[in-house]
């Protein structure tokens, strides 16, 4: 009797070339996916706790002029063109940032000043993230005596918060805030309290 060949039809089957190509690219773009919108969700969640706290120490100052018949001073104020305080302690280097080529500061005076006189009981930092908007630099909020838009005060000169929110043409969120400047992907805020 003959024997009978026995053919193996088992294989491996391999992926070719192109194959992987399209395994990669389609694994790149689910990471760039997922990255673009972790990156959304940061910027979003940074932005809604910077405005809490501005909304905080803007109450606070509001409560504080109530009470007292008049806004708290920045340490400082009256002599210098520019004269800002940092809202809150706690920020790295105890500086907030760099507004009108001016380095800003913190003081613990002035958040004690402010707490006993509004009747508040807060001194957080506003937020921890940097941002630069054109020649400025920001990390959290500042309050006092800036110069501004001459629509905004006829002296070009006003008592105010500065901060800044992540993301060009940022809404400032607080009635009577508005946005002076957006570059660098941010957008830089101001409230007037009133003309110095």
Same mark, same amino acid.
């Given at each position: 009797?003959?024997?009978?060949?026995?053919?193996?039809?088992?294989?491996?089957?391999?992926?070719?070339?192109?194959?992987?190509?399209?395994?990669?690219?389609?694994?790149?773009?689910?990471?760039?996916?997922?990255?673009?919108?972790?990156?959304?969700?940061?910027?979003?969640?940074?932005?809604?706790?910077?405005?809490?706290?501005?909304?905080?120490?803007?109450?606070?100052?509001?409560?504080?002029?109530?009470?007292?018949?008049?806004?708290?001073?920045?340490? $400082?104020? *009256?002599?210098?063109?520019?004269?800002? !305080?940092?809202?809150?302690? +706690?920020?790295? =280097?105890?500086?907030?940032? #760099?507004?009108?080529?001016?380095?800003?500061?913190?003081?613990?005076?002035?958040?004690?000043?402010?707490?006993? $006189?509004? *009747?508040?009981?807060?001194?957080?930092? !506003?937020?921890?993230?940097? +941002?630069?908007? =054109?020649?400025?630099?920001? #990390?959290?909020?500042?309050?006092?005596?800036?110069?501004?838009?001459?629509?905004?005060?006829?002296?070009?000169?006003?008592?105010?918060?500065?901060?800044?929110?992540?993301?060009?043409?940022?809404?400032?969120?607080?009635?009577?805030?508005?946005?002076?400047?957006?570059?660098?992907?941010?957008?830089?805020?101001?409230?007037?309290?009133?003309?110095?």
């Amino acid at each position: 009797m003959g024997k009978l060949l026995h053919r193996d039809t088992s294989y491996t089957h391999a992926f070719t070339i192109v194959e992987l190509v399209v395994v990669i690219v389609i694994i790149a773009i689910l990471a760039t996916l997922t990255l673009v919108s972790y990156n959304s969700v940061r910027v979003r969640s940074n932005n809604t706790r910077t405005m809490a706290n501005v909304k905080q120490y803007y109450n606070a100052i509001k409560l504080y002029n109530i009470k007292n018949g008049r806004y708290p001073a920045a340490p $400082g104020e *009256g002599g210098a063109q520019v004269t800002m !305080v940092c809202l809150g302690t +706690g920020y790295p =280097s105890g500086k907030c940032g #760099i507004i009108t080529g001016t380095t800003v500061k913190e003081s613990a005076a002035f958040m004690t000043d402010l707490q006993n $006189g509004s *009747g508040t009981n807060i001194a957080d930092i !506003v937020n921890d993230q940097y +941002g630069v908007v =054109s020649s400025e630099s920001f #990390i959290g909020a500042a309050y006092g005596i800036d110069t501004t838009d001459t629509s905004h005060s006829p002296t070009g000169r006003a008592r105010m918060i500065e901060w800044y929110l992540a993301g060009k043409n940022q809404d400032c969120q607080i009635p009577q805030s508005w946005a002076y400047n957006s570059s660098n992907g941010n957008t830089a805020c101001e409230l007037d309290f009133e003309p110095f």
